[in-house]
């Protein structure tokens, strides 16, 4: 749990900026709908390549882990919350918050 520190302040500044980047950004990343209520997220990016994902609790501890080909990622297996979700495409990261109700 080295990383909790790190997910805490990523957290938080997400919850103030709206979204954060961390090692360069994601042009034209679009996540929606955001909060999730049909346990769908889409995730587009103009490039459309293999993006991995990982989805963080409040607590820092990953939930969910996959790559994701196209741009529908399944998120119904998650209970209601708030969750932090990373974002990772041709070595570009962003971070963002995700609410699942």
């Excluded at 996540?31 to 994902?53: E, H």
């Amino acid at each position: 749990m080295k990383y909790w520190p790190l997910l805490i302040l990523l957290f938080a500044t997400s919850l103030l900026m709206g979204q954060t980047s961390v090692d360069g950004e994601i042009p034209g990343l679009n996540m929606y709908p955001n909060p999730v209520s049909d346990g769908t997220l889409n995730i587009r990016t103009p490039q459309a390549k293999t993006k991995q994902i990982t989805v963080f609790d409040v607590f820092g501890a990953p939930v969910l882990q996959t790559n994701l080909r196209g741009e529908q990622l399944n998120v119904s297996a998650l209970p209601a919350g708030v969750y932090v979700i990373r974002i990772t495409e041709e070595r570009k990261t962003a971070t963002r918050k995700l609410i699942v109700k």
